[in-house]
């Protein structure tokens, strides 16, 4: 299962602060053993416009994604960048078809 998310910030000066929040997200889900080995890949992309991210999310299955959705450190990025977002994120369930990676 895969996911497609994308948001958008109320403020580009809210910018500096979402890469840093997703980098700690990134960097506590290490710690905690979910990336790659946790049932989980995660990437995050920021675009030309300062306001817009998107998120991509591989999952080897259900438990991949419901230890994710439980981690300690989604709460904590969720707590903090969530009031910054201008609207829920928009989640969209996608099936990879082809790809390069291995």
């Not at 790659?36 to 416009?49: K, V």
């Amino acid at each position: 299962m895969s996911l497609l998310v994308q948001y958008t910030l109320k403020s580009a000066d809210d910018h500096a602060a979402q890469v840093q929040a997703m980098e700690t997200l990134v960097a506590s889900l290490g710690d905690e053993g979910a990336p790659g080995t946790g049932g989980m890949q995660y990437s995050c992309f920021a675009t030309d416009d300062p306001t817009r991210f998107v998120g991509l999310f591989e999952f080897d299955d259900d438990a991949g994604r419901q230890a994710f959705l439980d981690s300690a450190a989604f709460a904590a990025y969720r707590e903090t960048v969530g009031p910054t977002f201008a609207n829920p994120p928009e989640t969209t369930t996608i099936t990879a078809i082809a790809s390069t990676r291995a």
